[in-house]
T-cell receptor, first 115, second 112 residues
Framework: EAGVVQSPRYKIIEKKQPVAFWCNPI?????LYWYLQNLGQGPELLIR????????DSQLPKDRFSAERLKGVDSTLKIQPAELGDSAVYLC?????????????FGEGSWLTVV | DAKTTQPPSMDCAEGRAANLPCNHS???????VYWYRQIHSQGPQYIIH???NNETNEMASLIITEDRKSSTLILPHATLRDTAVYYC?????????????FGSGTRLQVQP
């Protein structure tokens, strides 16, 4: 079974440029998460989707970050414009409501460097 | 969800058991204990979770104390590839779709 797939794996952009990250969750998982991980710290939730609905986006900086999950499967996280402080790893994860304990599975992450 | 306390770092000799402790003294009856690990440059990897009883899978064993206020993750025969940051997370059962809240974790260094 394929895991959570993210792309790109690495991205270097100049500040003020836009960037987008894509995530394909595990097949059948209706819950999707985007996390941000700064160097040396644990991941922090940005947004959680139940199917196509964003049910928890309280930690998403809405002035420059946006996300969508139009058909309840793939998702895209966008930053526009990027700032130097946005350099971090962006992790996507998914879970299924039918799984005992609802275990969350993570992708490998997208490493962003803003210069 | 209850907060957890873990030692910031631990060392273990290769081939020996690694015992990683976690304190979750404010855990409530409907909360699971989850363990994840993160190897450098990779996403967090699910290891194991439990509610009350001890659990074992192909990766590790989870020992939860009877009062559920602490737990220990056991890697029975640590290898160099087990060097990682290990996160202990408490998560509500009836809010099973809520996100995991990560702390700082324990950095386990397996020595040759």
């Amino acid at each position: 079974e394929a895991g959570v797939v993210q792309s790109p794996r690495y991205k270097i952009i100049e500040k003020k440029q836009p960037v987008a990250f894509w995530c394909n969750p595990i097949s059948g998982h209706n819950t999707l998460y985007w996390y941000l991980q700064n160097l040396g710290q644990g991941p922090e939730l940005l947004i959680r989707y139940e199917n196509e609905e964003a049910v928890d986006d309280s930690q998403l900086p809405k002035d420059r970050f946006s996300a969508e999950r139009l058909k309840g499967v793939d998702s895209t996280l966008k930053i526009q414009p990027a700032e130097l402080g946005d350099s971090a790893v962006y992790l996507c994860a998914s879970s299924s409501s039918g799984t005992a304990g609802n275990t969350i599975y993570f992708g490998e992450g997208s490493w962003l460097t803003v210069v | 969800d209850a907060k957890t306390t873990q030692p910031p770092s631990m060392d273990c000799a290769e081939g020996r058991a690694a015992n990683l402790p976690c304190n979750h003294s404010t855990i409530s009856g409907n909360e699971y204990v989850y363990w994840y690990r993160q190897i450098h440059s990779q996403g967090p990897q699910y290891i194991i979770h439990g509610l009350k009883n001890n659990e074992t899978n192909e990766m590790a064993s989870l020992i939860i104390t009877e009062d559920r206020k602490s737990s220990t993750l056991i890697l029975p025969h640590a290898t160099l590839r087990d060097t990682a940051v290990y996160y202990c997370i408490v998560r509500g059962r009836d809010t099973g779709r809520r996100a995991l809240t990560f702390g700082s974790g324990t950095r386990l260094q397996v020595q040759p």
